[in-house]
């Protein structure tokens, strides 16, 4: 059973367009959420996360959405530039279970110059 | 440099053949995990330790074992490895300050087995 599911297995973008990344989540324990990023031969690294008090956090040319009630989050990386191309993960916690993270399956996002 | 270290990064075996994944971190951080990636199932938990000596199960337990003997390590134990475990595995610590945080990763691990 995914409880946290990317849909989209690949995105493909032009540079200085934006990037939509999309997850959606099933278990309504999970309040708070990351994402990673993952190059080839790397392993991931923490991106951006967003707690569910909140329904929105910046940092630069990331921004990420949760939509609560519809149990979604987005990833908006405006303006999107070739070094973005990466495989990105969304994961989810919830605070009863320190420590366990439940990931997606990760979006391959590929911008092109 | 702040880092989590996995050895070896390669890695082909033989089912059954008892092996073990070591992992260390540098940060004196206390969470540490263990996941494994697999092609359209993203990163799944294997095992946790929230510090020395405490453990929990993942998502994905079976067939593994792990140790929190020292804050630095958490070693991934393979008692007898079967195909079904080919897959690439990453060793994560992160901060304890109340509830999980971003987590590093190490540079993965990846293991066949013929």
């Known amino acids: 059973d995914q409880q946290v599911k990317q849909n989209s297995p690949s995105l493909s973008v032009q540079e200085g367009r934006i990037s939509i990344l999309n997850c959606d989540y099933t278990?309504?324990?999970?309040?708070?959420f990351l994402w990673y990023k993952k190059y080839p031969a790397e392993g991931p690294t923490f991106l951006i996360s967003i707690s569910s008090i909140k329904d929105k956090n910046e940092d630069g040319r990331f921004t990420v959405f949760l939509n609560k009630s519809a149990k979604h989050l987005s990833l908006h990386i405006v303006p999107s530039q070739p070094g973005d191309s990466a495989v990105y993960f969304c994961?989810?916690?919830?605070?009863?279970?320190?420590?366990?993270?439940?990931f997606g399956q990760g979006t391959i996002l590929t911008v092109h110059p | 440099e702040a880092q989590v270290t996995q050895n070896p990064r390669y890695l082909i075996t033989v089912t059954g053949k008892k092996l073990t994944v070591t992992c260390s971190q540098n940060?004196?951080?206390?969470?540490m995990s263990w996941y494994r990636q697999d092609p359209g199932l993203g990163l799944r938990q294997i095992y946790y330790s929230m510090n020395v000596e405490v453990t929990d199960k993942g998502d994905v337990p079976e067939g593994y074992k792990v140790s929190r003997k020292e804050k630095r390590n958490f070693p991934l134990i393979l008692e007898s490895p079967s195909p079904n475990q080919t897959s690439l595995y990453f060793c994560?610590?992160?901060?304890?300050?109340?509830?999980?945080?971003?987590?590093?990763f190490g540079q993965g691990t990846r293991l066949t087995v013929v």
């Open positions: 994961a989810a916690s919830a605070g009863t279970s320190y420590g366990k993270l439940t």
């Open positions: 278990n309504s324990m999970f309040d708070y």
């Open positions: 994560a610590s992160s901060l304890r300050t109340g509830r999980i945080t971003e987590a590093f």
């Open positions: 940060m004196n951080h206390e969470y």
